[in-house]
């Protein structure tokens, strides 16, 4: 189900944020002990790339759910 999708996207999103900002605020010694695998650092890059494409959407998007909404 779409809906299903925006709303478990959106949820990990807000939790993929939360733990980089885990990650910001730990000291190095913190982070040496607590750092993410090497294929959970690809996927961070990875998340990055995803998240600019969709920040490059910023005005369709925008657009869509405004006509989206006019739809209900």
Do not use: G, V
């Not at 478990?8 to 695998?37: C, F, G, V, W």
């Amino acid at each position: 189900m779409e809906y299903c999708m925006w709303e478990n996207t959106s949820r990990d999103m807000y939790d993929a944020r939360e733990k980089i900002q885990r990650y910001l605020d730990m000291s190095e010694d913190q982070l040496d002990e607590e750092h993410p695998s090497s294929y959970e650092i690809a996927s961070l890059r990875s998340l990055l790339d995803e998240a600019r494409q969709i920040a490059e959407m910023e005005m369709d998007i925008e657009d869509l759910y405004e006509e989206l909404i006019k739809r209900q």
